[in-house]
């Protein structure tokens, strides 16, 4: 099976995470700085989900978490726009 043919096929105009192959439910804002630290280089310039994000942050060691920006749901039902509340880094 190849990555993300566990996923639905679900809305064709849906993004889909070019690391994982997973639907983009998430839109979040980093600084370049930090986006360019952490993801690989030949997925710069793709969708990468806010999980592989974070786990690409673990791996490069970096903290992100008081730089999140915007974040967005938008799922099949419904979208939101969500407010940072409080936010800290594991390590």
């Known amino acids: 099976?190849?990555?993300?043919?566990?996923?639905?096929?679900?809305d064709p105009h849906r993004q889909t995470c070019k690391a994982c192959g997973a639907p983009d439910y998430w839109n979040?804002?980093?600084p370049d700085d930090i986006?360019?630290?952490v993801v690989?280089?030949?997925l710069?310039?793709?969708?990468?989900?806010?999980?592989?994000?974070?786990?690409?942050?673990?791996q490069?060691?970096?903290k992100y978490a008081a730089s999140l920006g915007q974040l967005f749901f938008a799922g099949?039902?419904?979208?939101f726009e969500?407010?940072?509340v409080r936010a800290s880094d594991y390590f």
């Open 35 to 37: 986006w360019t630290s």
């Open 40 to 42: 690989p280089r030949d």
């Open 1 to 10: 099976m190849r990555r993300g043919d566990e996923f639905e096929a679900g």
């Open 60 to 62: 490069c060691n970096v």
């Open 82 to 84: 969500l407010q940072v």
């Open 76 to 79: 099949e039902m419904a979208a």
């Open 28 to 30: 979040f804002d980093v």
């Open 44 to 58: 710069q310039r793709g969708v990468v989900c806010l999980g592989c994000f974070d786990r690409f942050a673990k």
